[in-house]
């Protein structure tokens, strides 16, 4: 693969992945392990494939700190399941649950629990500055079923510096754009879900872990069998064929990251990253960051220009992420609802691509000031 040529891949998702995992995957391809077969053909009933989601699923555990009362499941129907998933299995003692209003992701959360008869209370929102920043509920409390907070907000770049505190209230976190980016205590939260296309593995795989006492045999009524958490941790996510490949990679994602220093390390390398970009930004004349300081996601950076009139800006964002491409910096377009641009750094981006990026930022706003 000496020839190969690799783009920074600055996509929000799915995103790139470790070189050393793809290049793993690739001499393991034909024959994996000398079973004679890719991990895409086996059985997942087979002696070959049973040890490989259990080394995904021991990995998780190891690197996550997971307590012995949670489960880990690998299910599919990506994130978006999972608004639908956490209502129909958490919300069934009082019907209500309170949502912390963050931008697409937490909303469209918000909108499915309601869609299924969900009692939602948004109890707090940062929607009067374009959710450009996290609200400050430290405590929270009522007769809710659950609380529920996206921990790491992917299209707008902002990402909680605090847990809330929920005393009894099982809280949940999507954690799809920055699991495993840093240190989490898991023992704060009742349910955590990633869809795997951010920091795991490819698309199609959506790891959960969820509090043993929380896996309910009476989810609410008309809840599909599939829909039901317990189908899944009673089958050791095997009730159906399980994304075998990308639980197989993301296997092989954790022992890169446990190999290059665990949790800790790749913590620091995201802090890094983003410290430069973000003081870049900070510092220039031509671009700024959207998100405001204490609020600032490590994954996901969104930013403009200091074009104000917005023709303008449309056609220079245009220019920019077009002449980026042409420089090997791909996918830096902003989220179509939002617009401008995004860098996502995601846990697999290398130093050497945010540098890159900078360069390329500084000779487009030196050629267009
Ligand atoms: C990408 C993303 C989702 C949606 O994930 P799908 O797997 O596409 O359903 C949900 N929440 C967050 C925070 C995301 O970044």
Same mark, same amino acid.
């Given at each position: 693969?000496?020839?190969? +040529?690799?783009?920074?891949n600055?996509?929000?998702g799915?995103?790139?992945?470790?070189?050393?995992?793809?290049?793993?995957?690739?001499?393991e391809?034909?024959?994996?392990?000398?079973?004679?077969q890719?991990?895409m053909e086996?059985s997942h009933?087979?002696s070959?494939?049973e040890p490989?989601? !259990?080394?995904a699923?021991?990995?998780?555990r190891k690197l996550?700190?997971?307590?012995d009362?949670?489960?880990?499941?690998?299910?599919q129907?990506?994130?978006?399941?999972?608004?639908?998933?956490?209502?129909?299995?958490?919300g069934?003692r009082t019907?209500r649950?309170?949502?912390i209003e963050?931008g697409?992701w937490?909303k469209?959360a918000?909108e499915?629990?309601?869609?299924?008869g969900?009692?939602?209370?948004?109890?707090?929102?940062s929607k009067?500055?374009?959710y450009?920043?996290?609200p400050?509920?430290?405590?929270i409390?009522?007769?809710y079923?659950y609380?529920?907070?996206?921990?790491?907000?992917t299209i707008?770049g902002?990402?909680?510096?605090?847990?809330?505190?929920?005393g009894?209230?099982?809280?949940?976190?999507?954690i799809?754009s920055?699991?495993l980016?840093?240190p989490?205590?898991?023992?704060k939260?009742?349910?955590l879900f990633a869809?795997?296309? +951010?920091?795991?593995?490819?698309a199609g795989?959506?790891?959960?872990i969820?509090?043993e006492?929380l896996i309910?045999d009476a989810p609410?009524?008309?809840?599909?069998t599939?829909?039901?958490?317990?189908?899944?941790?009673?089958?050791?996510?095997?009730?159906?064929?399980?994304?075998c490949?990308q639980?197989y990679?993301?296997?092989?994602v954790?022992d890169w990251?446990?190999?290059?220093?665990?949790?800790k390390e790749i913590h620091?390398?995201?802090?890094?990253?983003?410290?430069l970009?973000?003081?870049?930004l900070?510092?220039?004349?031509y671009?700024?960051?959207?998100?405001?300081?204490g609020?600032?996601?490590?994954?996901n950076?969104?930013?403009?220009?200091?074009?104000?009139?917005?023709? +303008? !800006?449309?056609a220079?964002n245009?220019?920019?992420? +077009?002449?980026?491409?042409?420089?090997?910096?791909m996918?830096?377009a902003?989220?179509?609802?939002?617009?401008?641009?995004?860098?996502?750094?995601?846990?697999?981006?290398?130093?050497a691509?945010?540098?890159?990026?900078i360069?390329f930022m500084?000779?487009?706003?030196?050629a267009?000031?």
């Amino acid at each position: 693969m000496s020839d190969v +040529k690799r783009v920074f891949n600055f996509s929000a998702g799915p995103s790139c992945l470790p070189e050393e995992v793809l290049k793993e995957c690739a001499a393991e391809m034909l024959d994996y392990q000398g079973s004679g077969q890719s991990v895409m053909e086996m059985s997942h009933r087979s002696s070959v494939f049973e040890p490989i989601i !259990a080394h995904a699923e021991a990995q998780v555990r190891k690197l996550m700190n997971v307590p012995d009362n949670y489960k880990v499941l690998f299910l599919q129907g990506g994130g978006s399941t999972q608004f639908a998933m956490v209502a129909q299995n958490l919300g069934i003692r009082t019907g209500r649950a309170a949502y912390i209003e963050t931008g697409v992701w937490a909303k469209k959360a918000a909108e499915e629990a309601r869609h299924l008869g969900i009692d939602v209370d948004v109890i707090a929102s940062s929607k009067d500055r374009n959710y450009s920043y996290i609200p400050r509920v430290e405590k929270i409390s009522g007769d809710y079923d659950y609380a529920y907070i996206c921990l790491n907000n992917t299209i707008m770049g902002t990402h909680y510096e605090y847990i809330p505190d929920t005393g009894s209230i099982p809280l949940v976190a999507d954690i799809s754009s920055c699991i495993l980016s840093e240190p989490l205590d898991v023992s704060k939260f009742g349910l955590l879900f990633a869809g795997a296309q +951010k920091n795991l593995a490819p698309a199609g795989v959506t790891l959960v872990i969820i509090r043993e006492d929380l896996i309910t045999d009476a989810p609410r009524a008309g809840t599909p069998t599939m829909l039901c958490y317990k189908t899944h941790a009673d089958k050791g996510s095997m009730y159906n064929t399980p994304p075998c490949w990308q639980i197989y990679v993301l296997g092989k994602v954790l022992d890169w990251i446990e190999n290059i220093g665990g949790v800790k390390e790749i913590h620091r390398r995201n802090v890094e990253k983003a410290d430069l970009l973000y003081n870049y930004l900070d510092a220039s004349a031509y671009y700024h960051a959207t998100a405001e300081k204490g609020s600032r996601s490590l994954m996901n950076v969104p930013f403009l220009t200091k074009e104000t009139d917005p023709d +303008k !800006a449309k056609a220079l964002n245009k220019e920019f992420v +077009k002449a980026a491409e042409a420089a090997g910096l791909m996918n830096l377009a902003g989220h179509r609802l939002v617009g401008g641009m995004r860098a996502s750094i995601y846990n697999a981006m290398p130093l050497a691509g945010v540098q890159a990026l900078i360069k390329f930022m500084d000779e487009f706003a030196a050629a267009h000031q």
